[in-house]
């Protein structure tokens, strides 16, 4: 399995980005996706989460700037991002519970994309 980000990007601040992540290879089904990211310096950090279902979890920081969002059908997970900040800033993760045979759903990550926003 593998997840594949894109839409990352240099954008000034107050501006928009939209990430994508397809997950591709052996997929029976996909549990939760999701956004992380990880800044200079510091622990990578859950940034928004979106079941199957559609059911979505932000971290308090992005709730009313940032929009998750998932294409069931094309095995791809989106981010909005608006208002971007500065402390936005980082390297974002795709995170995807996939299931490729048998009962279990293991987890997966992506490479990254740099999110810089620039003040």
């Known amino acids: 399995v593998q997840l594949v980000e894109s839409g990352g990007g240099l954008v000034q601040a107050g501006g928009s980005l939209r990430l994508s992540c397809a997950a591709s290879?052996?997929?029976?089904?996909?549990?939760?996706m999701g956004w992380y990211r990880q800044a200079p310096g510091k622990q990578r950090e859950m940034v928004a989460k979106i079941t199957r279902v559609g059911s979505t979890n932000y971290v308090d920081s992005v709730k009313g700037r940032f929009t998750i969002s998932r294409d069931n059908a094309k095995n791809t997970v989106y981010l909005q991002m608006n208002s971007l900040k500065p402390e936005d800033t980082a390297v974002y993760y795709c995170n995807a519970d996939v299931l490729s045979g048998g009962v279990r759903y293991y987890e997966h990550w992506g490479q990254g994309t740099l999110v810089t926003v620039s003040s």
């Open positions: 290879g052996s997929i029976l089904s996909i549990n939760a």
